[in-house]
């Protein structure tokens, strides 16, 4: 008991993460039972639909149900566990609680305070959304988590961003704009001083190699998904980038490097036309919280109305699966769901 009140601030964040982890995991257990409509549906069937299956049989039907998708780190997961007969709600508890604590874990690298991490991984619309529907965009952010925690150690950074991409395409969005700033800087850089980096040069084939093989391999179902998406958004009007263009104003609100923020939302808005606001608005959002919360530990205008407007968001929508078993309306999607 002494040790832990020497350690104060240290303990008190490990005690608050296992503590939020563990109400993650508990409420994930209780209200999941309510959401039985919508993309629950789908998900229910294809988890019952696997558990019979061989790996690659499984994951010709699971990928025929689901559109045809060939994220493949979800259907890994739910074909273990369907085949050992866990029950689904468990499964998918454990995950979200794996994802708030990774959460946590991110939150105290970044000297966010205490009370503003816990709010946020308690009751962020996208984080409660993720925790009840969106079962292969919440993988993708169990990795894409992890993804940051280790970005200043290579190897273990891109073998988690390659399981996000694995886990849901949507990550992708992020981590090309993390390269486009990344990269055009280094541009700008060298047309500033005349001269040529030949690593950089080296990267850049190399990653059009990379480019080339995933297109290969998965370039039919992500060109069928931006389709739909154009489709769907091609009558939209400019009021698209609206909130995006507040996350950008938001964000160099707080960033000390005004021109690598904004070259950071540059694939974001041009994303906005291909795959939808409400999408690239999520994606925007944890960009902001990147730049926020690291500023004063999160205490500011910006991450506290943002968050008090999730939070609201986040009860609406609890209150509309209990109602109804689902917390979307007929034309409402949530961003990375199972028919877009």
């Not at 964040?13 to 995991?25: I, M, N, T």
């Not at 409400?278 to 530990?297: A, D, P, T």
């Amino acid at each position: 008991m002494i040790f832990f009140l020497k350690k104060g601030r240290i303990n008190r964040y490990s005690a608050a993460s296992g503590l939020a982890a563990f109400l993650v995991f508990f409420l994930s257990l209780l209200l999941a039972p309510y959401y039985n409509e919508g993309d629950q549906i789908t998900y229910t069937m294809v988890y019952e639909l696997v558990s019979d299956l061989s790996l690659i049989d499984g994951f010709i039907a699971y990928s025929g149900t689901l559109g045809g998708t060939t994220e493949f780190i979800h259907y890994l997961v739910i074909s273990i566990a369907s085949g050992w007969g866990v029950e689904k709600n468990t499964v998918m508890a454990c995950a979200n609680t794996i994802l708030a604590f990774i959460l946590m874990r991110l939150f105290r690298e970044w000297k966010v305070y205490l009370w503003i991490a816990v709010a946020i991984v308690l009751t962020n619309y996208y984080l409660v959304g993720m925790y009840f529907a969106a079962e292969r965009l919440k993988f993708g952010f169990i990795f894409l988590s992890m993804s940051m925690l280790f970005v200043n150690r290579k190897i273990p950074f891109y073998a988690s961003a390659l399981l996000a991409v694995g886990s849901h395409v949507q990550t992708l969005i992020m981590y090309g704009s993390l390269l486009f700033a990344e990269k055009s800087k280094a541009l700008i850089l060298q047309l500033k001083t005349f001269k040529t980096n030949y690593k950089s040069i080296g990267f850049g084939l190399l990653g059009a190699i990379l480019l080339l093989i995933g297109s290969a391999i998965v370039g039919g179902y992500v060109f069928g998904k931006v389709a739909s998406y154009y489709a769907l958004n091609i009558n939209q009007t400019a009021l698209q980038f609206v909130r995006t263009a507040l996350f950008l104003i938001l964000s160099l609100s707080y960033s000390k490097t005004k021109l690598i923020t904004t070259l950071q939302f540059v694939p974001l808005f041009l994303a906005v036309f291909i795959v939808g606001a409400e999408r690239v608005n999520m994606l925007s959002y944890i960009l902001f919280l990147y730049y926020g919360l690291k500023f004063n530990g999160g205490v500011n205008f910006g991450v506290i109305t943002t968050s008090m407007y999730f939070a609201l968001k986040s009860v609406s929508f609890v209150v509309e699966f209990i109602n109804t078993g689902q917390g979307f309306g007929e034309f409402t999607t949530f961003p990375g769901n199972v028919l877009f």
